[in-house]
């Protein structure tokens, strides 16, 4: 009797003990959670695609910088210690060079805006090698169209406004775009720089002072994470204002012209998933988005007193009424 009920109990606790350890992914972000919501319902259904819920048969640990970029090596050297099956990088290449910086052995998958070679994340898009791969959005490939863009919505503009982040990674180069997408243009164009939410009413103050005719606001995960601060600024100064996403548009900008960031991160999702169903991230190519939106806010526009071109509302992927 006693070596049956011992055989009994001993079933259910060895199935138990043999039962496999549930696979834990390290999200680490540049941005905040409250703000990035609809980002990662994107990355849950990016691994939804590939067998992975979270709660179920995957646990997600999250790392918030929220806008302290000096905070993300030590938030990816935590995720690194606990030995995570992948690590999400969101938040731009700020993100993804910590991550890169923590390990060389954890697989990394990445969004960013930047080149992922030159920032020395990949050895190629096509076959990256090493541990990391993920989506890049070349995001400074597109600064001529956004000028381009102003300039249909405020014709004979003098002086165009660009706002850049001075303590990203890619301050240098994304001055360096702007101002090669200015000269081939003939566009006169004056850079500001805002680093931290204290810095940007100075920096509206000054562009102000300076009479700009319109805004671009170049790409950060900063500025992403402050949108309505920034679309509140334009919207006192009264000076049309073009984004990179569409958020802030939905948040009351007048327009923005990119790649889908929803879409990217529902990749880097399925990405993660794949590589914890035994793919390789060397072997997976880095990918680039295929479809750019235009997004045109015609409320802003009537309170800043414009009539948005037709032809311009014809082509554009979304207008909001």
Do not use: C
């Amino acid at each position: 009797m006693g070596t049956l009920a011992g055989g009994l109990l001993a079933a259910p606790l060895a199935a138990h003990a043999q039962q496999p350890a549930m696979p834990v992914i390290g999200f680490l972000s540049s941005r905040s959670s409250d703000e990035s919501t609809a980002l990662m319902a994107a990355v849950r259904r990016g691994l939804g695609e590939t067998g992975y819920v979270e709660g179920k048969n995957l646990t997600i640990e999250y790392r918030w910088a929220e806008g302290r970029y000096d905070r993300l090596a030590a938030l990816a050297s935590d995720l690194a210690s606990r030995k995570v099956a992948v690590i999400v990088a969101g938040g731009g290449a700020v993100s993804a060079n910590a991550a890169k910086g923590a390990t060389s052995d954890i697989p990394i998958v990445f969004v960013s805006g930047a080149d992922p070679v030159k920032y020395g994340l990949v050895t190629s898009l096509g076959r990256p090698g090493g541990n990391a791969t993920g989506v890049t959005m070349f995001v400074g490939e597109l600064s001529l169209k956004r000028l381009e863009l102003l300039r249909e919505l405020v014709p004979h503009v003098g002086l165009i406004g660009v706002l850049i982040n001075h303590k990203s990674l890619e301050a240098d180069a994304q001055s360096k775009n702007m101002q090669a997408a200015a000269n081939s243009l003939r566009q006169k164009i004056r850079i500001v720089n805002a680093g931290s939410e204290d810095e940007f009413d100075p920096a509206f103050a000054r562009l102000s002072q300076s009479r700009v005719g319109a805004l671009l606001i170049d790409n950060d995960p900063f500025y992403d994470s402050k949108r309505d601060k920034l679309v509140a600024l334009a919207a006192s100064y009264k000076i049309p204002t073009i984004y990179v996403w569409r958020d802030s548009v939905v948040a009351g900008g007048l327009v923005s012209y990119g790649a889908s960031l929803v879409d990217s991160y529902r990749q880097v999702g399925n990405y993660a998933g794949k590589i914890l169903n035994g793919a390789k991230p060397g072997d997976l190519p880095v990918l680039q988005p295929t479809k750019f939106e235009l997004v045109i806010n015609l409320k802003t526009a009537k309170a800043l007193g414009l009539t948005i071109p037709q032809p311009l509302l014809l082509r554009a992927d979304e207008v909001i009424r």
